[in-house]
Structure formats: C-alpha cells, structure tokens
C-alpha cells in the first residue's frame, strides 16, 4: 500500500487509535474530534486519495464502507434512531486527509443544512 496520510499510518498500526472494526479491505475507528457523540472513520486499506479518484473498478469500495457503517450502527443499537454518512471530496468539500473515508454521525438528532 502507498500514500502516507495520518490514516496509513493507523493502518499500518504507526500510531494509535480507537479502532472498532477491521476486515481485509477496511478499518474503522473513532474520529480525534468527533462532530457528533458518536463520530466514526470508516477508511478502505487501498489508497484512493479523493472519491474524484475511484475508478470503476473500485466501486465496490464505497458499497463496503457503507455497508460496514450500517453493520456498525445496526450492531451498536442505535440504527433504529437514525445515523448520518459522510464523504468529503477535495478542499471545498472539507477534505482535511486525502485517503478516502466515510464519516458515521449518530447518538444525537442531528441539524439540517441551513439549522444550526
């Protein structure tokens, strides 16, 4: 595996954290500054820097990550009550780590755009 983001790093075990769900194509861990009271990272093993850079042959990726996000809320109790799934794409769409990524906000109503 190439690139060298803060989550290759996790991967490769280089630093630490709260990881919550690993299989062969990904891992998953609590974000650092979490947005929500639950705020988990679910990130692909493979490097793909922004989604602009999936290619169709990586598709299936996005499918796993979200499937592995609903799996996780299903499996914490609180799928039932609702989650939101996140992915940035670039500066303007708030990408600070360039590895693709999913987000998993929960365990709070969360606001609609334009509320705070």
């Given at each position: ?53 999936v ?5 299936e ?9 609903a ?46």
């Amino acid at each position: 595996m190439s690139g060298d983001t803060i989550f290759h790093r996790i991967i490769r075990r280089e630093i630490p954290a709260n990881i919550v769900h690993e299989d062969e194509h990904i891992i998953a861990f609590r974000d650092i500054a979490p947005q929500a009271p639950i705020h988990i990272l679910f990130v692909p093993k493979t490097t793909i820097p922004t989604l602009n850079d999936v290619q169709p042959d990586q598709a299936e990726i996005i499918g796993r990550l979200a499937v592995a996000a609903a799996n996780y809320a299903k499996a914490q109790g609180f799928a039932e009550d609702g989650y939101r799934i996140v992915m940035n794409c670039n500066d303007h769409g708030g990408q600070t780590v360039f590895q693709i990524h999913l987000h998993l906000l929960a365990g709070a109503p969360l606001g609609r755009f334009g509320t705070p």
